[in-house]
């Protein structure tokens, strides 16, 4: 059964996104006193008394603004209201009854959706209770007061929405689906990917370097298959960095690559692989995951019949440490290759949860060993005992052998090389665990 869908709804900088970090226990939106600071979904599984669910934080709804950014942020927050199972409504005391409240509250009540009236910022409940009386005016319930700063209140408000809650039956099942972290900097098409993807307009899409903020999950489905992509802001040099905002946004994209199976690391065609391209490739390449590079708008390059050797040889130059990554040269705007993009996924994937058994990877060692002989030093040389696979996601084995110092690095390279070569193991790296134990045992 899937978790019931809670959507945070209300007027930009009535503290959505601090009692969404309040109830989901982490810094998981942004929280800043400039309105239109959160502009895309943001989603986070939560529970309350042994009830799970989900709960999505929303742009700020302006009814009837003309702002690009802030009418597309209302259209997102109508689709996490058309998605949502309750909606938690939060208005603002020390502001008072606007205007704009009621015509969110008649957009509410066209939803047919149970709503949660929920009065934000009641430090002083004594203080403030005549103030809290007017909001009744909505039309839509009892308010509930609370203060997300200050973490009071919340329980009555929690009470109040998984009353609406259906009855649940059997445990949630662990989340199998694949994930997958669109990153990169800056205005290179992260977005327009998804939405292509997709096929409808699930993230805004702007001119503006730096519009997606927030990490955002979305569900896709191909072929009878679903996943996770997780779209990411965009990485900036640390001295164009001037808002806390884009601080924030970096740290969230190291959380996504994290929280990821797989990582696709847009480059802008135009532009090339930069250094931040390569440091969000570190990142991936440290964690184990496996990694696309997708290299977007290549509908704008002038080319011959080598452009693409050429940009290959380019990547494969500043991003020597993964030879492994698989590239794709796409246009997110014309479509061009974009269907190979979960091809390629679905090869990673099922690469980082392949395993050998140990007599096969112990024959393909035996042999790499007989064409170059181990290193030695002073005298003693490195033995290889035998190496087992212990792991998948990524890929790890350990090699047993009689010196651990003897066992240099471009040596489990060089093994490394010969796995791949055997076995493949496009777009995932391989993690090597060297163990040392005495020749009796």
Sequence with gaps: MKKPVVAIVGRPNVGKSTLFNALAGRDVAIVK?????????IYADCTW???????????????????????????????????ADVILFMVDVRQGLQDADGKVADMLRRSHKPVVLVVNKVDAYQKMLPDIYEFYQLG??????????GRTGLGEMLDAVIAHFPEQ????????????????????GKSSIINFLLGENRLIVSDVAGTTRDAVDTVIRRNGKEYILIDTAGLRRKSRIREDIERYSIVRTVMAVERADVVVLVIDAEEGVTEQDAKIAGIAHERGKGVLIAVNKWDLIEKDDRSVNKFTDRIRNVLAYMPYAQILFISAKTGQRMPKLFDHIDTIIQNRMQRIATGVLNEIVTEAVAMQQPPSDRGRRLKIFYVTQVAVGPPTYVIFVNDKELMHYSYTRYLENQIRQAFGFAGTPLKFIVRERKERE
């Design 33 to 41: 006193d400039t309105p239109g600071v959160t502009r895309d979904r």
């Design 169 to 188: 039956s059997g445990e949630e099942q662990e989340d199998e689906r694949p994930r997958v972290a669109i990153v990169g900097k800056p205005n290179v």
């Design 140 to 149: 839509i319930g009892d308010p509930y007061p609370i203060s997300s700063s």
């Design 49 to 83: 008394l042994n009830h799970a669910f989900t709960l999505v934080d929303t742009g700020g709804i302006e009814p009837e603004s003309s702002d690009v950014i802030l009418s597309q942020m209302r259209e997102q927050a109508q689709i996490a209201i058309d998605t």
